[in-house]
């Protein structure tokens, strides 16, 4: 009889920088933990607040906050270097020819591109699942809401981008063929390093792209404060991810007082479900007090847990 095989739940905490998205996450990790779940919380967030949080250091490597939940830091930087360091590998292995030109002193230059901080976080988050081994719930702190959004979209948009670069590769290849067959008559048989490369990108991407629609895999937490700006930024959020058919799950109201009204909030957010975490007195910080907090909250746990929660199925 095989062994059942579970996959872990993303759980994505986003939303204007100030608002406690990494308060959020860090009660949500540290509640699903007291209740025997096996948690990586992940910072992702180059400000990595975690360790303020819960008063002690993070890295790459996890930590143990208690027997269930662990939390590491994202290096934003060294993935970086991964990413770039991969792309050079592939030019030297398939533009062999190129190396004549010594393109290696331009990697530097590209590490201050646009968009190469969204290509490596996408990178790091590979990697975490793929050595995610028996953790229930990987929960992410996510960067302010510009990179945030980058990083969803990434696949959507990178897969407009290989699906014309192979439809164009496999034109110049149509071309190839014809000049082939003029001068020798047969086919050429070397198979097509850039156009396998491009079939394998996709692949990788239509994946991402599915793990971060399943909504029995990922859930995303959008967390505001009852203020104005909060509140139209995260409307603005949920629009742009909308454009992508990305949903958000659940909205983290954050700082509330009895002076607020609910109301327009629900009214605006009526497609989620919302979690309140009232104001508190004291600052939310050390253990002890995350967990007194805990333990005086209402905590809706149909939000992140449900018949679902460790599905079999793989996500993709």
Do not use: C
Not at 249 to 264: A, G, R
């Amino acid at each position: 009889m095989k062994e059942k095989i579970s996959y872990p739940k993303n759980i994505f905490f986003l939303g204007k920088g100030g608002a406690g998205k990494s308060t959020s996450a860090a009660l949500t990790a540290l509640h699903l933990s007291r209740n025997n779940r096996k948690t990586l919380l992940i910072s992702m967030d180059p400000a990595h607040n975690q360790s303020d949080i819960f008063e002690q250091r993070f890295s790459e490597k996890p930590v143990a906050v208690n027997d269930f939940l662990s939390v590491i830091e994202i290096d934003t930087e060294k993935w970086i270097d991964n990413y770039l360091t991969d792309i050079q590998n592939q030019v030297k292995r398939t533009y062999a020819y190129l190396t004549a030109f010594n393109l290696e002193k331009y990697f530097d230059i590209l590490k201050f591109s646009p968009g190469i901080e969204e290509y490596a976080l996408l990178l790091a988050f590979q990697n975490i699942r793929k050595n995610a081994g028996n953790t229930d719930y990987l929960i992410f702190d996510m960067p302010p809401t510009a990179l945030t959004l980058k990083f969803f979209t990434l696949p959507d948009l990178s897969l407009v981008w290989l699906t014309n670069l192979l439809d164009l590769r496999q034109k110049i290849l149509d071309k190839k063929e014809i000049v082939s067959r003029i001068k020798t008559g047969k086919k050429e048989l070397e198979t097509d390093k850039i156009k396998s490369k491009l079939q394998q990108q996709i692949t990788t991407y239509q994946q991402l792209k599915t793990l971060i629609k399943d909504k029995e895999h990922t859930i995303l937490n959008l967390v505001l404060n009852p203020d104005k700006l909060s509140f139209n930024e995260s409307q603005l959020i949920i629009k742009k991810l909308a454009t992508f058919q990305i949903p958000v799950s659940n909205i983290f109201l954050n700082k509330y007082h009895d002076n607020v009204s609910i109301s327009p909030i629900k009214k605006a957010f009526d497609q989620s479900k919302i979690q309140i975490f009232p104001q508190h007195n004291t600052e939310l910080t050390g253990l002890k007090n995350l967990t007194d907090y805990l333990e005086k909250l209402e905590w809706d746990i149909q939000l992140i847990e449900n018949q679902n929660s460790f599905n079999s199925k793989k996500p993709f």
